[in-house]
T-cell receptor, first 111, second 120 residues
Framework: QSVLTQSPSASGTPGQRVTISCSGS????????VNWHQQLPGTAPKLLIY???QRPSGVPDRFSGSKSGTSASLAISGLQSEDEADYYC????????????FGGGTKLTVL | QVRLQESGPGLVKPSETLSLTCSVS?????????WGWIRQPPGKGLEWIGN???????YNNPSLKSRVILSLDTSKNQLSLKVRYVTAADTAVYYC?????????????WGQGALFTVFS
């Protein structure tokens, strides 16, 4: 059972805007920044969003992140077929000397 | 560009120790950042294992801490992971990763991953 809660699946059609949510608690999302990782089929994950809403160089601005309280969201606008992947939220948890925690992942299907 | 490459024996027997090495190129691990490991059982999600700084500071997943040993070899620019007393539940793709830690930590760069199977 993951510390952060994500819906197992999401879907959209090309061009649509989809949102993936991530829920946590006061010891993790409520106190720290949220990051999102994209895992394309058969590949290693890749950092997509850091510090709640910052994009590493090379990540299209179609991807955006936000955080409010103990929840966070990843939005993908202008959905493309190559966005079909698993998306994981992650953050730092202050309990037990501190450690990274992940969500269970959301599988995004582009219809 | 930072690159990380995992290596080690792909099979280990139950109750033995799984040993992995990650070779880093494009950055000297003695210059900073935290270096660590994440794993992903087949068909499942990501589980963070822990990270270590060249100063010796280490952070660990509380559920794995008692069985995990992390280390850095700055002379070889490598990080290592040992997981003791393995069971079938330790079968996973293991990723090494560079973490940025400043108040909190996040994973910046991932290795390509390597599958390690506990097999009797």
């Amino acid at each position: 059972q993951s510390v952060l809660t994500q819906s197992p699946s999401a879907s959209g059609t090309p061009g649509q805007r989809v949102t993936i949510s991530c829920s946590g608690s006061s010891s993790n999302i409520g106190s720290n920044t949220v990051n999102w990782h994209q895992q394309l089929p058969g590949t290693a994950p890749k950092l997509l969003i850091y510090n709640n809403n910052q994009r590493p160089s090379g990540v299209p601005d179609r991807f955006s992140g936000s955080k409010s309280g103990t929840s966070a969201s990843l939005a993908i606008s202008g959905l493309q077929s190559e966005d079909e992947a698993d998306y994981y939220c992650a953050t730092w948890d202050d309990s037990l000397n501190g450690h990274v925690v992940f969500g269970g992942g959301t599988k995004l299907t582009v219809l | 560009q930072v690159r990380l490459q995992e290596s080690g024996p792909g099979l280990v027997k139950p109750s033995e120790t799984l040993s992995l090495t990650c070779s880093v190129s494009g950055y000297s691990i003695s210059n900073g950042y935290y270096w660590g490991w994440i794993r992903q059982p087949p068909g499942k999600g990501l589980e963070w294992i822990g990270n270590i700084h060249h100063s010796g500071t280490t952070y660990n997943n509380p559920s794995l801490k008692s069985r995990v040993i992390l280390s850095l070899d700055t002379s070889k620019n490598q990080l290592s992971l040992k997981v003791r007393y393995v069971t079938a539940a330790d079968t996973a793709v293991y990723y090494c990763a560079r973490h940025f830690c400043g108040g909190d930590c996040y994973i910046e760069y991932w290795g390509q991953g390597a599958l390690f199977t506990v097999f009797s």
